[in-house]
């Protein structure tokens, strides 16, 4: 069952007031001192709330460089009936400072927490963060209209509660309610966007959730793998209200699989061009590499519609990792997919993780080789997560390969895993053995046209070029003092 636009709409009639509503989002643990793009599960909830005539305030603690002392004076100027943070495994440590110093400060302050780690962790949420009054398992937007509108906490399907011994899950609503995206709620310019780029601002739509396939790593607590899709008109009017109202020149369709159902994307594609959204806006997203997703003529109509990059989740140069990781592709069709993507005119981006069961110095090499191979213009190359509720977790949680249960200790960077044949330190250096390769490929690109001016006004965004410089310093580091003392030393 689906719940309908016209439930949501309902759930907002029963409050007898409107309230006051700030909505977080807290540092990540690793104290990185940029965010690539606002939240958009913020901004959904900030815009539909302020739809139905709540105040609402966004608060991106890293983007505004915004402490938890400066967030308590935020709560006494903006005095809200709710405080809600979202959540993902890298922001645990922030979030049980803030929830706990809002509680000292306020008692009666109510908190509400949502997001992946949530999800996941559901009954068990409270015992990690005790000052948290309500957790959100799943899609949040109807358990917090509900709230807001005095609905009894225990009738809220899929909100947890300190001492509730088993959740009711939420059904996932038809994505007809998304509202058109209030922008104003943030400072975007706070926000660089995603590199490399071909315009400036950048923005993201969601024009579907859910991913159907069985990846071990993907934590899908949230979205869950029922794909539900946005009507096609829906979306082109939020790619056309993003240009007109906010003047944004580059748009990433968040889905995990924009080309899953061909009709849809060719739709939303032909509607773009109809439209001459094409001519105005860049686009990018991501498509699976299957030989049934994906041929010559999606592409062209991709290229024709203004789309510039594609983004393909690779993961891995070995066969058999690609079949324990439950990928569902071979090799084979991944070479295919960036040939003809590359063939269509359009550049592409490739995503590589290392230290999944199985992996050795060997399949490390063997994935910097069919990087090379593919040659994407640019590669995200990172560690194995264990994210909690998916299925990498539960198995190295029995096989005794995961290295520290302690989420405050989790982040982008970090390495909390080995392997049989590697530990963290060989993990280490293997990651940053091929994050040098793909920086040394970038500066050779920069000779290549028309690569050299796509990643030149990628390396003009000082927070990108932070973002590189960083990286070098922390390979420089490595090859000084060693692998453990890295996290120490690079922050």
């Known amino acids: 069952m689906t719940i309908t636009s016209q439930q949501i709409l309902e759930s907002e009639k029963q409050s007898t007031r409107t309230k006051r509503v700030l909505l977080v989002s807290p540092e990540e643990n690793d104290g990185k001192p940029y965010e690539h793009f606002p939240s958009g599960a913020l901004i959904l909830l900030g815009s539909l709330l302020r739809e139905r005539g709540h105040t609402v305030r966004l608060v991106h603690m890293t983007a505004d460089r915004i402490g938890v002392d400066d967030l308590q004076a935020v709560v006494e100027r903006f005095v809200p009936d709710l405080v809600g943070l979202t959540m993902n495994t890298y922001q645990t440590r922030s979030v049980r400072e803030v929830s706990t110093a809002l509680k000292r400060r306020n008692a009666a302050l109510p908190i509400m927490v949502g997001g992946p780690h949530a999800s996941a962790l559901r009954e068990r949420i409270f015992k990690f963060f005790p000052h948290i009054d309500y957790a959100v398992c799943g899609e949040g937007e109807q358990a917090l209209l509900e709230l807001l509108a005095n609905v009894p906490p225990d009738r809220i399907p899929g909100l947890c509660r300190p001492g509730q011994s088993q959740v009711v899950r939420s059904q996932p609503p038809d994505l007809d309610f998304i509202p058109l995206p209030r922008l104003d709620l943030i400072e975007l310019s706070r926000f660089p966007g995603a590199d490399p780029h071909r315009a400036h601002p950048q923005m993201f739509v969601m024009a579907s959730r859910g991913c159907p396939f069985q990846c071990t790593f993907c934590n899908k607590s949230v979205f869950g793998h029922s794909v539900r899709f946005r009507r096609p008109e829906l979306i082109v009017r939020e790619v056309e209200w993003l240009h007109t109202e906010y003047g944004i020149r580059e748009i990433f369709f968040q889905d995990d699989t924009f080309n899953l159902k061909r009709d849809w994307a060719e739709h939303v594609m032909q509607l773009i061009i109809d439209r001459k959204l094409n001519r105005k806006i860049a686009f990018t997203t991501s498509f699976r590499a299957n030989r049934n997703l994906i041929d010559a003529e999606l592409l062209r109509m991709a290229k024709a519609a203004g789309f510039w990059l594609i983004f393909y989740g690779v993961e891995n140069g070995n066969q058999a990792m690609l079949d324990a990781m439950g990928k569902g592709l071979t090799l084979e069709e991944i ?103 793909v920086l040394q490929k970038a500066m050779r690109d920069l000779f290549r046209w028309p690569r050299g001016v796509i990643l030149l006004r990628s390396l003009l965004n000082p927070r990108y070029l932070f973002h590189v410089v960083r990286r070098m310093v922390r390979y420089l580091v490595v090859k000084r003092i060693g692998p453990n003392q890295v996290a120490r030393t690079v922050q």
């Open 335 to 437: 070479r295919r997919a960036f040939r003809l993507t590359h063939e269509a005119g359009l550049e592409t981006k490739a995503s590589f993780m290392i230290g999944m069961p199985g992996e050795t110095e060997d399949t490390v090499e063997e994935s910097i080789c069919l990087w090379r191979e593919l040659d994407p213009l640019a590669a995200g190359v990172g560690p194995a997560i264990p994210f909690p509720g998916t299925e990498f977790d539960r198995m190295i949680t029995a096989n005794g390969h995961k290295l520290s249960e302690d989420f405050d200790l989790f982040s982008s960077e970090a390495v909390l895993i080995r392997t049989a044949q590697m530990d963290a330190d060989c993990i280490q250096l293997a990651l940053l053995r091929f994050r040098k390769a």
